[in-house]
């Protein structure tokens, strides 16, 4: 659904929960820009490094996977707080105003109890990876606290979809 088309569907919100929510759209926005600008630096610095001076960036290839990783998970939040998850609207075309607020609400219930699950099973496998100090190979960076990252962001997801769809009532 384009966004100006899903608008017009939401309820009105007050100017203060507006602004609120403008704010935290925009933290989460700036958090993942940084990120993402940070990784294409060290692709450029080490690019350069490599076919200029013959000395790449020592573990430049495993600081981008686990800022990847950060910025696909920073990101995940913020994709839902925006509602601006890939969907199929082929559906509203036939429901009632009221039957597609009802299936909003559902579909976000459903979102926030699947968030929760994968957020308490990534939980544990961090804490497997924690204590067996799992860590890359070149610079020994743990996985651990990424992999903890990774399950409070799915738990945000998931507390985002659950205000939804307590937002909705």
């Not at 507006?18 to 993402?36: F, H, M, Q, T, Y």
């Not at 199929?88 to 219930?109: K, N, P, W």
């Not at 544990?124 to 100090?133: L, T, V």
């Amino acid at each position: 659904v384009p966004r100006g088309a899903e608008e017009g569907r939401r309820r009105p919100v007050t100017a203060r929960a507006a602004k609120w929510e403008r704010r935290v759209e925009a933290l989460l926005g700036v958090v993942a820009s940084v990120i993402l600008l940070a990784m294409m630096l060290l692709t450029f610095v080490d690019v350069v490094a490599r076919y200029i001076f013959s000395r790449p960036v020592r573990g430049a290839f495993e600081i981008t996977e686990l800022m990847l990783l950060v910025l696909i998970f920073a990101g995940l939040p913020l994709v839902s707080f925006t509602d601006e998850h890939a969907l199929m609207d082929f559906i509203d075309r036939v429901l009632t105003t009221r039957a597609q607020r009802a299936l909003e609400g559902l579909v976000q219930g459903v979102c926030a109890a699947i968030m929760f699950l994968l957020a308490w099973q990534v939980w544990i496998k961090a804490d497997r990876i924690w204590a067996y100090r799992d860590a890359t190979d070149v610079l020994r960076i743990v996985y651990g606290p990424f992999v903890y990252f990774m399950a409070v962001s799915i738990g945000l997801a998931g507390l985002i979809h659950l205000y939804k769809v307590l937002e909705r009532r």
